[in-house]
């Protein structure tokens, strides 16, 4: 029997005017037609489980319950516009002959209601209808909803929907993204003093406007013309850029005007990048499964108890079996890791990257910066006082979970998640899904290959017998990945967790081996370096690396790692990373928001914000190889775009600048959705513009926008507001070099110490020689430095040496006073205790090259 199509119109009170637009066919509801496979962003209450079976979404509905409104299946968000007609229908069957009541009204209190009206379903599927005005004024997909009401009945039932539409109102959906934007565009934390300070211009006049600088007393300290651009297609906006650089005063408090319009106020200083250095690594800290998260190190807000650790209602991870459908015969204990991002999987390809970018953040300041940034205690981190380097500490939190993912023959399973996906919040402790393994996969164990062998170099004066461990571990994974070289992690397999689905691994092969071929020098590595297509970073492009496009990791550390290769071809390395990085700088010098991302072929995608940073490295390193000024202004240019420099006038950072992202999308952050739950700490980073509109919550809010401008602060919006580790590793791989560079200008220093350590049990002797590179003698030196771990000097030569806790110095003999330019003088000492090598040296106060 087919309902009748009733018009029903409940307490009208405003009518369209003459004149007002006519309706067009726009449909209201999202996803109504279950193509996808997924019930996004139907969501049901308790007592009722939607599944997609055919097509359809069918609710499985406990009986018992005495009204219809006590087991629903909805979806929120749905615009209303007072006065206007709507036409709600829909497809429906039930397993037995069930009276079900469709209705459309308020999301939150009070729930008003709309238009509600009762169908009677039988076991076949018949089309239902009916229309409606409305009465509420919801037209920006505020509180709007419809809802099935299937309650009120003595036995279970289940009850199918499909192709649920609801047509009706004049609004065009999209375009309302809420967040205020300026005119003047602005980094909303800090310009560092000595760089490029440049800014955008919002507007359509084609002449230069006058632009003034205010410090914080609102007193204009520069003043200048501004250079109309025109139309910027990746903003949708009119630009005019402004350069400040000439403005160096250090102070808090600026703001920048052109007219009336006034941008958000920053700072010149390099204080903020020196703090976002610290804050973004203690986000793996936040993000830690296994192991309770301490008010004393992240504050009461944040503290937790330890999630996955197998007590109720979490059903652990110290003991997890694989997939029904894999029967792989063993469990594994995976506990500790770090959360993937906002919700709870574990997943080795990603996990991978993101601890690769953390270790090779600190390998890369022993080559060419400075590891003394991070020294033991520079973290909040339980392991703060352990004499090891607190990033290697973190880093180790997440290599020692990969290696717990190793199977038996040697592979790497690709991911542990729960069965299904957790509502939010859903605090980790509370999680009370079924952990899973997934299937093995070669991307995975070459993941752990690459990772566990660069960590093996890292370790290896630090703790020689884990050293040990990971280099077995690197060796069996890789292996294991040459016996099965296409095993392909499952594209849908993304219930509960994301399927991180890799279809070409010749990248991750190459960049195991490299890594391998670094720490071993074995023959076998090098020739599967040295044969592969992506050798001499052979295929880098503007696209740059990221979790499924890893070959560019293995270049990096061919690049900054002594090895065996020819000198020619490390060259060529370097030179493929410099040329990119002359592209990013050619591309920026067009755009409207200067940021080195290729938008070229997929637009903006999941995780933009991600790709801006890993380019921004590849120009950080680019820097790091020629020394040339204009890749350093490129990666600074790359900060200030994600700090606020670009169209939504939106620090991408929490806690970084006065409109920066709170609402992120994680179960734990969640405080859009429970006011009790914290936001996102600060130096979190959220994803980014996302110009696929892959949440229900950007396709509702977001259609038509402009690419840059795809991304709303919004906890539903997952595809451009979640959190990642391999989203927060490249902040601080980034914010790091950036804190590096934001000292005293860079000068070639006029010193050269080589340190080398012969360790043994409780002890070590020491050989240090000391160059003179500068232009002058010397006339009586003192080196200074200070020990990562519990070492002592017992006896010292060739100077006289001092220590006071873990700071030591040599001072000249009378005899060795004099160093000539080029010259050198070779000291040394025996020590007791452990630790890593010191790695940062002066010499009379100014700091050393390390050879
Ligand atoms: O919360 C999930 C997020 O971590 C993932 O990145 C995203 C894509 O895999 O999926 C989110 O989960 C949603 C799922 O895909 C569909 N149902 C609703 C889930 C929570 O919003
Ligand atoms: O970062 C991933 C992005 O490249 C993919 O397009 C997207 C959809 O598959 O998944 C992203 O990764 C998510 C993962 O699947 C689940 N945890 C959260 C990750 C970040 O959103």
């Known amino acids: 029997m087919l309902a009748s199509a009733l018009v029903v119109t409940l307490a009208a009170t405003t009518f369209p005017a003459a004149g007002t637009a006519l309706a067009a066919d726009y449909e209201r509801v999202l996803n109504g037609k279950f193509d996808t496979g997924a019930a996004d962003p139907w969501w049901s209450s308790a007592g009722v489980t939607n599944r997609i079976t055919g097509g359809e979404l069918c609710a499985a509905v406990t009986g018992g319950t005495t009204n219809p409104w006590d087991a629903l299946v909805g979806q929120n968000g749905v615009p209303f516009e007072s006065g206007q007609s709507y036409t709600f229908s829909f497809d429906a069957h039930a397993t037995a002959a069930q009276t079900i009541a469709a209705a459309a009204g308020e999301s939150v209190s009070p729930y008003r209601g709309i238009a509600k009206q009762d169908f009677a379903l039988t076991t076949a599927k018949q089309h239902y ?48 993204n809420p967040n205020p934007t300026k005119k003047v565009q602005v980094d909303l934390v800090a310009y560092v003093p000595g760089l490029p300070k440049r800014a955008t211009l919002v507007s359509t006049a084609t002449t230069p406007q006058t632009w003034t600088l205010k410090n914080s007393a609102g007193a204009a300290v520069a003043t200048g013309q501004t250079t109309p651009r025109g139309a910027d297609a990746a903003s949708g906006d009119s630009v005019h850029l402004i350069d400040f650089s000439s403005f160096d005063t250090p102070g808090t408090g600026y703001t920048l005007s052109v007219g009336a319009d006034s941008s958000f106020p920053f700072d010149i200083s390099a204080d903020p990048v020196k703090k976002l250095r610290y804050d973004s690594l203690a986000f793996f800290y936040h993000q830690r499964s296994g192991i309770a ?46 959360y993937d991002a906002g919700d709870h999987g574990k997943y080795v390809v990603n996990g991978g990257i993101a601890a690769w970018q953390l270790l090779n953040s600190y390998e890369r300041a022993t080559r060419v910066g400075d590891p003394s940034a991070f020294r033991d205690g520079t973290l909040a981190i339980p392991e703060k006082s352990n004499g090891v380097p607190d990033l290697l500490d973190e880093a180790r939190w997440e290599v020692d979970f990969l290696l717990k993912m190793q199977a038996p023959d040697g592979m790497a399973h690709h991911k542990v998640h729960d069965a299904a996906w957790t509502a ?73 967790g994301g399927a991180y689905d890799d279809k ?88 409207g928001y200067a940021t080195p991302y290729d938008n070229s072929t997929d637009g903006y995608v999941w995780g933009s914000n991600s790709g801006v940073l890993n380019n921004a490295q590849v120009l950080a390193l680019a820097h790091d190889f020629t020394g040339a000024a204009k890749y350093r202004d490129g990666v600074f240019e790359a900060l200030h775009y994600l700090l606020g420099r670009n169209p939504l006038s939106t620090s991408y950072v929490a806690g970084y600048g006065d409109q920066a992202v709170h609402n992120v999308h994680h179960r734990f952050w969640a405080h859009q959705n429970d006011p009790t739950l914290p936001t996102a700490p600060a130096g979190s980073l959220s994803g980014g513009p996302n110009s696929g509109l892959q949440d229900p919550v950007v396709q509702r809010l977001l259609v038509g926008c402009p690419q840059q401008k ?34 005293t200008p860079v000068t070639k220093p006029d010193c050269e110490v080589r340190y080398e350590a012969s360790k043994y049990q409780g002890g ?71 630790g890593a090598d010191p790695a940062a040296f002066t010499i009379n106060g100014k700091k050393c090259g390390t050879g």
Not at 296 to 310: I, S
Request: hydrophobic share 40%; with cysteine; aromatic share 10%.
């Open 710 to 743: 795809c991304w709303v602060d919004d906890i539903g919006a997952y595809s451009v507001n979640e959190v990642a580790v391999n989203w927060n590793s490249a902040l601080a791989w980034v914010s790091s070099w950036a804190a590096e560079k934001s000292g």
């Open 129 to 176: 209808t009916f229309t409606f005005t409305s009465t509420l004024d919801f037209p920006d997909a505020g509180n709007g909803q419809v809802a099935f009401q299937l309650g009120g009945q003595a036995t279970d039932n289940t009850i199918c929907v499909d192709n649920v539409s609801l047509v009706g109102g004049v609004k065009p959906p999209g375009g309302v």
């Open 424 to 496: 939010l919040p859903t605090r980790p402790e509370l999680d009370d899904q079924v952990r899973r393994l997934s299937a093995t996969s070669t991307a995975a164990t070459l993941n752990l290959a690459a990772v566990a062998a660069q960590a093996s170099r890292l370790w290896r004066g630090i703790d020689a017998a884990y050293s040990a461990k990971l280099l077995a571990a690197a060796r069996k994974a890789y292996a294991a990945a040459k016996a099965n070289p296409a095993k392909l992690a499952d594209p849908n397999d993304n219930v509960g």
């Open 764 to 834: 070590l002797t020491a050989h240090v020689s000391l160059t003179n590179t500068g232009t002058t003698a010397w006339n009586g030196w003192k080196l200074a430095f200070a020990f990562p771990g519990t070492q002592r000097i017992t006896q010292g030569w060739s100077a006289n040496w001092n220590q006071s806790g873990r700071d030591v110095t040599a001072t000249n003999m009378p005899w060795n006073a004099q160093i000539d330019p080029g010259k050198s003088v070779y000291i040394g000492f025996n020590a007791s205790g452990t």
């Open 504 to 591: 070409t691994v010749s990248d991750e092969f190459y960049w195991a081996a490299a890594e391998l071929y670094t720490t071993t020098g074995d023959a076998t590595y090098r020739t599967d370096v040295t044969s592969s297509p992506h050798y001499k970073a052979a295929g880098l492009t503007r696209a740059g690396f990221f979790w499924g496009g890893t070959a560019p990791l293995g270049d990096i550390t061919l690049a900054l790692v002594p090895n065996g290769l020819p000198a020619a071809d490390v060259a060529a390395i370097k030179a493929a990373f410099t040329s990119v990085a002359d592209q990013h700088l050619a591309a920026m010098a067009t755009m």
């Open 293 to 338: 998260i301490d008010a004393q190190y992240v504050g009461a807000e944040y503290a937790r108890p330890a999630g996955h650790v197998n007590v109720a209602p979490n059903q652990g991870d110290n003991n997890v079996p694989c997939r029904a459908d894999l029967a792989c015969g063993y469990t594994l204990d995976v506990r500790g890791g770090w």
